[in-house]
Every structure is written in structure tokens, then in C-alpha cells.
């Protein structure tokens, strides 16, 4: 079954930087958009990024477009975030999702707090 | 980013119908489509229906997505205690070149 796991979450102070990842298994990876999607305390989901399979570009939000950068590591099936520059308000559970018209799969999401 | 326009809030009795709606533009809603999300805090959202009216295998068919022009519309049908949730509409937007969601709504089974 389709299976998606995020890591790299964590209690970090403004400023600095966090990379997370998402492991996808049960389907094939390079056929499929992947997503990150995050929520903030008390807040609703809010859109990150992708980056489509097998292209070189891919898309933000315009609240970590410049700060935030996707990859795909097809040999690993994986998805990574890499934040930059992290402020207080990107505090949020980070969410990973499979992608086919709406958002399909989800993992259980990683948590990320910016604080100092 | 301009987000899609949900009503905060929907109350309705048990076994009773709720429609939700959802409101765009020709940039996401209008041309894209959109996608319903069900969300029980605690766990991932749940997809419901996507591409304006398409239900993923094992969602109930009390479950059901149109669109007209702009707004999108999702129908709950014999309301159940565990429909109580948020619901999330999402949609691409060609114009951003990104995915949008409205603020949600919130569904009270009374």
C-alpha cells in the first residue's frame, strides 16, 4: 500500500536551517507529484512546494519561495525539504503528500518549531 | 497568495444533508477543478473527491463533488457523528503556478 514517511522535524532557533525528508514506497515514485503541505497551530493547511518527477523546476508558496528548496531523489524515493532561514512563523506540522488531481496520501507528518 | 473562499462554519442534524461550498476563480476553481479534503485533527486529511467530481476508491458514496463556474460544492449526504471534521477545498491555480486551499470549514453534526 502506499506508504509515505516524513523525518527531520525538530525545535530549532530563528535563523537557522532544517532539511526534512519524505520515503514514499508502495507506488511508483517517478509517476507522481509529491507534495509538501504544512499546518500551523490552530491554523489550516497551507500549500509549500513541488517539484514535478523528472523536471528540473519546480514551485513554491510565495511565503518560502527563496528561504525554501524541493529535490527528488528518485534512487531513494524520496522527497526533501530544505529550509532555510526559518522564522517563527514557519512553525507547522509538515505534511508529505501524494499528488493525483488532489492531494491523496498523506504521511503523519513531521513537526517543526521555530523558537528562541 | 489569494487563498478560496469557504464559510467558516456549517451546522446540521444527524442523518440530514450538508453542502459546502467553495469559491475561486477562472485561475483555479473555474479551470482546474478542485479537490475535497476532510480533516479529523490528530490524523492526516482524507481526500474525498478530486478534478471537480472524481471520489477515490473507499470513499462513501455520501460523498459528493460538482462544480458550477467558480465554485465548487461538496454534498454530505445521511450525516453521521463522525462527519463532524474540517473540510479543506484545494485547487492549482494557473495564474500562481501553485496550489491554494480555502481557510476550511468546519462541520457540526448536531
Known amino acids: 500500500q502506499v506508504q509515505l514517511v516524513e523525518s527531520g522535524g525538530g525545535v530549532v532557533q530563528p535563523g537557522t536551517s532544517l532539511r526534512l525528508s519524505c520515503v514514499a514506497s508502495?507506488?511508483?515514485?517517478?509517476?507522481?507529484?509529491i507534495h509538501w503541505v504544512r499546518q500551523a497551530p490552530g491554523k489550516g493547511l497551507e500549500w509549500m512546494a513541488t517539484?514535478?518527477?523528472?523536471?528540473?523546476?519546480?514551485f513554491y508558496a510565495d511565503s518560502v519561495k527563496g528561504r525554501f528548496t524541493i529535490s527528488r531523489d528518485s534512487s531513494k524515493s524520496t522527497v526533501y525539504l530544505q529550509m532555510d532561514g526559518l522564522r517563527v512563523e514557519d512553525t507547522a506540522l509538515y505534511y508529505c503528500?501524494?499528488?493525483?488531481?488532489?492531494?491523496?496520501?498523506w504521511g503523519q507528518g513531521t513537526l517543526v518549531t521555530v523558537s528562541s | 497568495q489569494a487563498g478560496l473562499t469557504q464559510p467558516p462554519s456549517v451546522s446540521k442534524g444527524l442523518r440530514q444533508t450538508a453542502t459546502l461550498t467553495c469559491t475561486g476563480n477562472?485561475?483555479?476553481?473555474?479551470?482546474?477543478?478542485a479537490a475535497w479534503l476532510q480533516h479529523h485533527r490528530g490524523n492526516p486529511p482524507k481526500l474525498l473527491s478530486y478534478?471537480?467530481?472524481n471520489r477515490p476508491s473507499g470513499i462513501s458514496e455520501r460523498f459528493s463533488a460538482s462544480r458550477s463556474g467558480n465554485t465548487a460544492s461538496l454534498t454530505i449526504t445521511g450525516l453521521q457523528p463522525e462527519d463532524e471534521a474540517e473540510y479543506y477545498c484545494?485547487?492549482?491555480?494557473?495564474?500562481?503556478?501553485?496550489?491554494?486551499f480555502g481557510e476550511g470549514t468546519k462541520l457540526f453534526v448536531l
Open positions: 503528500a501524494r499528488e493525483i488531481g488532489g492531494f491523496a496520501d
Open positions: 508502495g507506488f511508483t515514485f517517478n509517476h507522481y507529484h
Open positions: 517539484m514535478p518527477p523528472a523536471e528540473s523546476y519546480s
Open positions: 477562472s485561475d483555479n476553481v473555474g479551470n482546474e477543478g
Open positions: 478534478r471537480d467530481d
Open positions: 484545494s485547487a492549482w491555480d494557473s495564474s500562481l503556478s501553485a496550489w491554494i
